[in-house]
């Protein structure tokens, strides 16, 4: 079937290898690094993101009066 729709099955295999792994990755990397995601989100939360004053609003304006 693959062949009559010319169809490569092992470029097929490899690119689905290749988002496997990624995928792995990405998910070992959230997993090792949470504790410094959940620090910086407490850092923010008790204090405020440093750049709030600058960061864009929704209506465009990036700087509070």
């Known amino acids: 079937m ?5 169809i490569n099955v092992s470029a097929v ?3 689905a290898l290749v988002k496997a792994i990624a995928d792995v990755r990405q998910k070992n990397w959230l997993a090792e ?3 410094a995601f959940a620090s910086q989100a407490e850092w923010h939360e008790t204090n405020g993101h440093p750049l709030a004053d600058i960061i864009a609003s929704p209506l465009g304006q990036t700087w509070k009066p």
């Open 13 to 15: 295999a490899e690119a």
């Open 33 to 35: 690094n949470a504790t």
């Open 2 to 6: 693959a062949k009559q729709l010319e």
